[in-house]
């Protein structure tokens, strides 16, 4: 499956962005799906996953409440609503697939996720 990120920009703290994620192919359902972001100097990080059936979300602690991860299996894609965004919030965003047996699981590790987009770049101003 191939992902395309998209959403990315500048904003000024306590504002808002949705991130979009748009995946190739016709299985899009079988796979659990994931956002990480990377700041500069630091290493990839968890930030939100979401089961096959969209009916399963996790969050990392410091986005918890703030961020919001959704998908429409029918269009193929999974959005990051993100809001009161905070200049630690700087990163690129990438989303990420991973084929899963179970509808109702989310993965939280990177290294078990098999197909990653090219990332979008959010910039938090403060």
């Known amino acids: 499956v191939q992902l395309q990120a998209s959403g990315g920009g500048l904003v000024q703290a306590g504002g808002s962005l949705r991130l979009s994620c748009e995946a190739s192919g016709r299985t899009f359902s079988s796979y659990g799906m994931g956002w990480f972001r990377q700041a500069p100097g630091k290493e990839r990080e968890f930030v939100a996953a979401i089961s096959r059936s969209g009916g399963s979300t996790n969050y990392a602690g410091s986005v918890k409440g703030r961020f919001t991860v959704s998908r429409d299996n029918a269009k193929n894609t999974v959005y990051l609503q993100m809001i009161s965004l905070k200049p630690e919030d700087t990163a690129v965003y990438y989303c990420?697939?991973?084929?899963?047996?179970?509808?109702?699981?989310?993965?939280?590790?990177?290294?078990?996720?098999?197909?990653w987009g090219q990332g979008t770049l959010v910039t938090v101003s403060s």
């Open positions: 990420a697939a991973v084929g899963s047996s179970n509808s109702g699981s989310t993965y939280y590790r990177k290294d078990l996720y098999n197909y």
